[in-house]
């Protein structure tokens, strides 16, 4: 990536827990964000949120239903709700929407153990129960389901993501 940032991206800060939509250097949307409990880092199996520059590798679940519960990146067919959560505690909710990131740094966030996308990082959906606000996930940036709704309609696969 080059030292000029694009005109419209999505910059993810982690020490202020937001996402914004950048367009002409200005923020046009923002949202409050959780990313990986373990703070920043890249390397595999960490559990931590990858900096540097990304990309939206491929948008996922355009039309579903908001709380859409998937597995392997593909619905389940389970709408997620209270129920459905106390019959599997301990589950990380992958719901709504996934963008799935891959970087752009080689050696950074960009093959071998620091891979975004060998790690599955993906911006995507959570029970509105789990805090925003604060680090929580396992290393993805998890959102709010509406909000990333919102977004999910505003981005386009290739989209550049800077995670600082």
């Not at 459905?84 to 992958?94: E, Y």
């Amino acid at each position: 990536m080059t030292q000029t940032p694009p005109q419209r991206y999505l910059r993810i800060m982690l020490d202020d827990q937001r996402l914004q939509l950048i367009e002409q250097g200005e923020p046009r949307l923002e949202y409050p964000v959780s990313t990986g409990a373990a703070g920043p880092g890249e390397r595999d199996g960490s559990g931590c949120t990858p900096r540097g520059w990304h990309r939206i590798r491929i948008r996922i679940g355009a039309g579903c239903p908001l709380n859409t519960v998937f597995v392997g990146r593909r619905p389940t067919g389970e709408i997620y709700s209270a129920a459905l959560a106390a019959d599997a505690p301990g589950r990380d909710w992958i719901l709504t929407r996934i963008l799935w990131l891959t970087g752009l740094e080689p050696g950074r966030n960009r093959g071998g153990a620091v891979d975004t996308l060998r790690r599955y990082i993906y911006i995507h959906g959570c029970p509105d129960s789990e805090p925003m606000g604060v680090p929580a996930s396992h290393g993805c940036i998890r959102m709010r389901n509406v909000d990333l709704v919102e977004l999910f309609d505003q981005v386009d696969t290739g989209m550049p993501v800077l995670i600082r």
